[in-house]
Protein backbone atom coordinates (compact mmCIF):
# COMPACT_ATOMS: atom_id res chain seq x y z
CA UNK A 1 0.00 0.00 0.00
CA UNK A 2 1.23 3.54 -0.74
CA UNK A 3 0.13 6.58 0.73
CA UNK A 4 -0.10 9.69 -0.86
CA UNK A 5 -0.29 13.28 0.36
CA UNK A 6 -0.35 16.46 -1.91
CA UNK A 7 0.35 19.71 -0.74
CA UNK A 8 0.92 23.31 -2.59
CA UNK A 9 -2.04 23.92 -4.52
CA UNK A 10 -3.48 27.44 -4.01
CA UNK A 11 -5.19 30.79 -5.93
CA UNK A 12 -2.93 32.23 -8.11
CA UNK A 13 -3.12 35.18 -11.16
CA UNK A 14 -3.21 34.20 -14.76
CA UNK A 15 0.63 34.04 -15.49
CA UNK A 16 1.60 33.14 -12.22
CA UNK A 17 3.26 29.76 -10.60
CA UNK A 18 2.74 26.85 -8.57
CA UNK A 19 4.85 24.22 -7.42
CA UNK A 20 2.97 21.25 -5.99
CA UNK A 21 4.24 18.43 -3.96
CA UNK A 22 3.24 14.64 -3.72
CA UNK A 23 4.86 12.51 -0.35
CA UNK A 24 4.35 9.20 -0.70
CA UNK A 25 4.71 6.62 2.64
CA UNK A 26 7.28 4.55 1.04
CA UNK A 27 10.44 4.75 -1.35
CA UNK A 28 9.54 5.89 -4.64
CA UNK A 29 12.24 3.70 -6.18
CA UNK A 30 9.95 0.53 -5.90
CA UNK A 31 6.63 2.70 -7.53
CA UNK A 32 7.26 2.34 -11.03
CA UNK A 33 5.51 4.94 -12.44
CA UNK A 34 4.42 8.77 -11.03
CA UNK A 35 2.43 11.20 -11.92
CA UNK A 36 -0.12 14.13 -11.75
CA UNK A 37 -3.31 14.15 -12.95
CA UNK A 38 -6.23 16.43 -12.85
CA UNK A 39 -9.71 17.02 -12.72
CA UNK A 40 -11.87 20.15 -13.24
CA UNK A 41 -15.68 20.81 -12.74
CA UNK A 42 -17.49 18.79 -15.57
CA UNK A 43 -14.63 16.98 -17.35
CA UNK A 44 -12.78 14.13 -17.18
CA UNK A 45 -9.63 13.48 -15.29
CA UNK A 46 -6.27 13.60 -17.50
CA UNK A 47 -3.10 13.08 -17.18
CA UNK A 48 -0.90 16.28 -16.35
CA UNK A 49 2.58 14.02 -16.40
CA UNK A 50 4.21 11.05 -15.55
CA UNK A 51 7.84 10.55 -14.78
CA UNK A 52 9.47 7.03 -14.22
CA UNK A 53 12.71 5.57 -12.05
CA UNK A 54 14.72 6.64 -14.87
CA UNK A 55 13.12 10.56 -15.21
CA UNK A 56 11.87 9.60 -18.36
CA UNK A 57 8.95 12.03 -18.47
CA UNK A 58 5.30 12.63 -20.63
CA UNK A 59 3.06 15.96 -20.85
CA UNK A 60 -0.02 16.40 -23.08
CA UNK A 61 0.60 19.19 -25.34
CA UNK A 62 -2.02 21.39 -23.06
CA UNK A 63 0.89 21.32 -20.53
CA UNK A 64 4.34 20.83 -22.35
CA UNK A 65 6.77 23.37 -22.21
CA UNK A 66 4.85 25.15 -18.93
CA UNK A 67 4.63 22.05 -16.31
CA UNK A 68 7.35 20.24 -15.20
CA UNK A 69 7.71 17.18 -12.91
CA UNK A 70 10.31 15.82 -11.52
CA UNK A 71 11.17 13.64 -8.13
CA UNK A 72 13.63 12.89 -5.20
CA UNK A 73 13.58 9.34 -4.71
CA UNK A 74 15.82 9.94 -1.24
CA UNK A 75 13.08 12.38 0.03
CA UNK A 76 10.23 9.94 -1.31
CA UNK A 77 8.70 13.28 -3.49
CA UNK A 78 7.17 14.28 -6.66
CA UNK A 79 6.84 17.56 -7.31
CA UNK A 80 5.01 19.04 -9.89
CA UNK A 81 6.09 23.09 -11.42
CA UNK A 82 3.26 25.10 -12.63
CA UNK A 83 4.48 28.11 -14.73
CA UNK A 84 2.49 30.50 -16.86
CA UNK A 85 -0.70 29.44 -15.36
CA UNK A 86 -3.72 29.62 -16.99
CA UNK A 87 -7.28 29.94 -16.45
CA UNK A 88 -8.62 26.39 -17.65
CA UNK A 89 -5.73 24.79 -15.67
CA UNK A 90 -8.28 25.24 -12.61
CA UNK A 91 -8.55 22.06 -11.26
CA UNK A 92 -8.17 19.38 -8.47
CA UNK A 93 -4.44 17.44 -8.82
CA UNK A 94 -4.02 14.27 -7.65
CA UNK A 95 -0.97 12.64 -7.22
CA UNK A 96 -0.48 8.92 -8.72
CA UNK A 97 1.38 6.45 -8.17
CA UNK A 98 1.66 2.67 -10.26
CA UNK A 99 3.00 -0.56 -8.89
CA UNK A 100 3.78 -3.36 -10.60
CA UNK A 101 4.39 -6.83 -8.42
CA UNK A 102 4.47 -10.36 -10.39
CA UNK A 103 2.36 -8.49 -13.25
CA UNK A 104 -0.20 -7.09 -11.19
CA UNK A 105 -0.70 -3.30 -11.19
CA UNK A 106 -1.95 -1.40 -8.38
CA UNK A 107 -2.96 2.12 -8.77
CA UNK A 108 -2.66 4.63 -6.23
CA UNK A 109 -4.28 8.33 -5.28
CA UNK A 110 -4.25 10.98 -3.11
CA UNK A 111 -6.55 13.46 -1.90
CA UNK A 112 -5.94 16.35 -4.37
CA UNK A 113 -4.79 19.87 -3.94
CA UNK A 114 -7.17 22.82 -5.16
CA UNK A 115 -5.10 25.05 -7.91
CA UNK A 116 -7.41 27.81 -9.21
CA UNK A 117 -6.44 29.85 -11.34
CA UNK A 118 -9.40 33.23 -12.11
CA UNK A 119 -10.22 34.40 -15.43
Known amino acids: QVQLVESGGGLVQPGGSLRLSCAASRSISSIYLMGWYRQAPGKQRELVAT???????NYPDSVKDRFTISRDNAKNTVDLQLNSLKPEDTAVYYC?????????????WGQGTQVTVPA
Open 96 to 108: NAKTIVGGVIEQY
Open 51 to 57: ITNSGRT
